[in-house]
């Protein structure tokens, strides 16, 4: 069974910083690039940032320089970097697992960027 856990969401001020973490299971994880997705509501899921198996990244324009995604494939994990957070960051964050047949999705974890 295919799961993908998403953790270190939560509140946090404009300016500042989080780590998003994904924990995958039931993959062969290296074999999958890597996604993070983000959605408010009443709009379509972006996409945000990719690292591909080889460790290739792209990012939308509205976080480059600010969001930098990695992956262990040791710990079959996947991480979103983020500062000099805005409040239009504000979402939901999904990390999801894509190779050319499949995609898993995990079940989200709420951003919110305020003072």
């Known amino acids: 069974q295919v799961q993908l856990v998403e953790s270190g969401g939560g509140l946090v001020q404009p300016g500042g910083s989080l780590r998003l973490s994904c924990a995958a299971a039931?993959?062969?994880?290296?074999?999958?690039?890597m996604n993070w997705y983000r959605q408010v509501p009443g709009k379509e899921r972006e996409l945000v940032a990719d690292i591909d198996r080889h460790g290739t990244t792209s990012y939308a324009e509205s976080v480059k320089g600010r969001f930098t995604i990695s992956r262990d494939n040791a710990l079959n994990m996947s991480f979103l970097e983020m500062s000099s957070l805005k409040p239009e960051d504000t979402a939901v964050y999904y990390c999801?697992?894509?190779?050319?047949?499949?995609?898993?999705w995990g079940q989200g974890t709420q951003v919110t960027v305020s003072s």
């Open positions: 999801a697992a894509r190779n050319w047949r499949e995609i898993y």
């Open positions: 039931g993959i062969g994880f290296s074999e999958y690039s």
